[in-house]
């Protein structure tokens, strides 16, 4: 039986929604890696529409040496 993990950009207070508003200026190298680790961790990554759609236009534009 495979395991669900689930990987969310929360607020102390227990704020999910627009993270863009609010975690982009406290993004750092460690958040990166501990982001990284999660992701390299996975086979398989469940998206909601907009992510994917952000997702579906970058990776095509990146060569094969970008993780």
């Known amino acids: 039986m495979r395991k669900i993990v689930a990987g969310l950009f929360i607020s102390l207070d227990g704020v999910v929604e627009s993270p863009e508003k609010w975690h982009?200026?406290?993004?750092?190298?460690?958040?990166?890696?501990?982001?990284?680790?999660?992701a390299k961790r996975s086979d398989t990554m469940?998206?909601?529409r907009?992510?994917?759609?952000e997702f579906a236009s970058y990776w095509p534009q990146q060569g094969s040496d970008v993780e």
């Open 24 to 38: 982009f200026p406290y993004f750092n190298d460690e958040m990166g890696q501990a982001v990284e680790a999660q």
């Open 46 to 48: 469940l998206l909601g």
């Open 50 to 53: 907009q992510t994917y759609q």
